[in-house]
């Protein structure tokens, strides 16, 4: 009798431990339990949420994004855009802007050089119909500087030969001071599309709440 129960003691015990084992296990965290929900920043705070197209819904409402330590307002209709392949690393941000006939891509960066050396690399990438419109604009905190090109584009720069240069071209272009740093905006697109939301561009500009 007392060794039947020892037997029957052991092989309680082998079917118990399966079940503990079975517990313990479900009481530790999945792969995806483990992983921590991204830092959430003002600019992920107040992006609007991205669609299933890769790109993000489009504002219904004016609104105020951080990009870069910079808070702007962005205009109602822009939306938001997953950055391509080429962009990423080097763009902050992106948004497509409606126009009549399509719409128009406005870029954001934020890089070292001196906007005057960047006002000329841009600058040698257009043949010039006339002279570049300058212009300062004061905001809030300190000034950002607006560059207005207009002529026939040419990825390379003037002088390089390229295999489509785009005539009638248009392109604006913003650097705002940040410390040691430039936040640079930049449009570029036919000019009769360009001119439709400059304005807005120049709005902005304007509403940019530096850090």
């Known amino acids: 009798m007392k060794r039947i129960q020892r037997h029957g003691s052991l092989a309680s015990y082998w079917l118990i431990l399966p079940a503990l084992f079975l517990t313990g296990c479900g009481s530790q965290p999945s792969n995806e339990e483990k992983i921590l929900p991204p830092i959430q920043t003002a600019a992920s705070l107040n992006r609007p949420k991205v669609s299933n197209n890769g790109s993000s819904q489009v504002s219904t409402s004016p609104q105020a994004v951080d990009i870069e330590g910079v808070t702007f307002t962005i205009p109602t209709g822009w939306k938001r855009a997953d950055l391509m392949p080429a962009q990423a690393g080097i763009i902050a941000a992106r948004y497509l ?88 905006l930049k449009l570029l697109g036919p000019t009769d599309q360009v001119a439709q939301i400059a304005d807005d561009i120049r709005k902005l500009v304007k509403s940019a709440d530096l850090p």
């Open 97 to 184: 802007i409606p126009v009549d006939g399509g719409e128009l891509q406005l870029t954001f960066t934020k890089v070292r050089g001196g906007i005057e050396a960047n006002f000329a690399r841009w600058t040698q990438q257009m043949e010039l119909d006339n002279d570049p419109i300058e212009d300062r604009i004061t905001l809030s905190e300190g000034d950002a500087f607006w560059i207005d090109l207009r002529g026939t584009y040419r990825a390379g720069g003037a002088g390089f030969s390229s295999p489509d240069p785009e005539t009638n071209t248009r392109m604006l272009g913003i650097g705002i001071p940040i410390g040691n740093e430039e936040l640079y």
